[in-house]
T-cell receptor, first 113, second 117 residues
Framework: GESVGLHLPTLSVQEGDNSIINCAYS??????FIWYKQESGKGPQFIID?????DKRQGQRVTVLLNKTVKHLSLQIAATQPGDSAVYFC????????????FGGGTRLMVKP | GAVVSQHPSWVICKSGTSVKIECRSL??????MFWYRQFPKQSLMLMAT?????????EQGVEKDKFLINHASLTLSTLTVTSAHPEDSSFYIC?????????????FGSGTRLTVV
């Protein structure tokens, strides 16, 4: 089955700096990836997604990069703000698993003022 | 945008009782809903896939008699934790796939924190 994991459990950045959160996946058949933000005691919130036919997608202050060769994706947050402090999960959609999403282990982003 | 309403947000119950968690899609029809469990500082673990009008599909290791799932309509799925015990204390989250055009959007509920004492 799919395995999606993150390299770092906790990332601490200074307010205003850029943040980079990484994620690796194992199923080369995955063709859709999503980054979610989860604040304490709340459900995950959609941030940005990317399909496997793309290698970069930009949103407001966020960019997702996909490297299918090494099965790696990253989330870049520009000018990180205190409100960005949360746990970030990547998720991969499995082609052979119907509508199921598989989540990575999560990275806690802590923004220092 | 698509909204999934989950209720209750927080529940404390005595060991041995059953707790029902509801998940509603407010502005779209969800033929499939997903139920996740999340322990502190851990990722979401899929428990089961709830299909409208049919039996839920449970992940390996999830007791179907313990976690009863009902998906009676296109907008409502329920998860009942039967005979709850302290080890069932966790954060339960539902999600639904919003089929709109080519959008593969998954919308999550706000989660239910279950504490069994």
């Amino acid at each position: 089955g799919e395995s999606v994991g993150l390299h770092l459990p906790t990332l601490s950045v200074q307010e205003g700096d850029n943040s980079i959160i990484n994620c690796a996946y194992s199923n080369s058949a995955s063709d859709y990836f999503i980054w979610y933000k989860q604040e304490s005691g709340k459900g995950p919130q959609f941030i940005i997604d990317i399909r496997s036919n793309m290698d970069k997608r930009q949103g407001q202050r966020v960019t997702v990069l996909l490297n299918k060769t090494v099965k790696h994706l990253s989330l870049q947050i520009a000018a990180t703000q205190p409100g960005d402090s949360a746990v970030y999960f990547c998720a991969a959609w499995e082609n052979n698993a119907g509508n199921m999403l598989t989540f990575g282990g999560g990275t806690r982003l802590m923004v220092k003022p | 945008g698509a909204v999934v309403s989950q209720h209750p947000s927080w529940v404390i119950c005595k060991s041995g009782t059953s707790v029902k968690i509801e998940c509603r899609s407010l502005d779209f029809q969800a033929t499939t809903m997903f139920w996740y469990r999340q322990f502190p500082k851990q990722s979401l673990m899929l428990m089961a896939t709830s299909n409208e009008g049919s039996k839920a599909t449970y992940e390996q290791g999830v007791e179907k008699d313990k976690f009863l799932i009902n998906h009676a309509s296109l907008t409502l799925s329920t998860l009942t934790v039967t005979s709850a015990h302290p080890e069932d204390s966790s954060f339960y989250i539902c999600s639904a796939r919003n089929h709109r055009g080519t959008d593969y959007g998954y919308t999550f509920g706000s989660g239910t924190r279950l504490t069994v004492v």
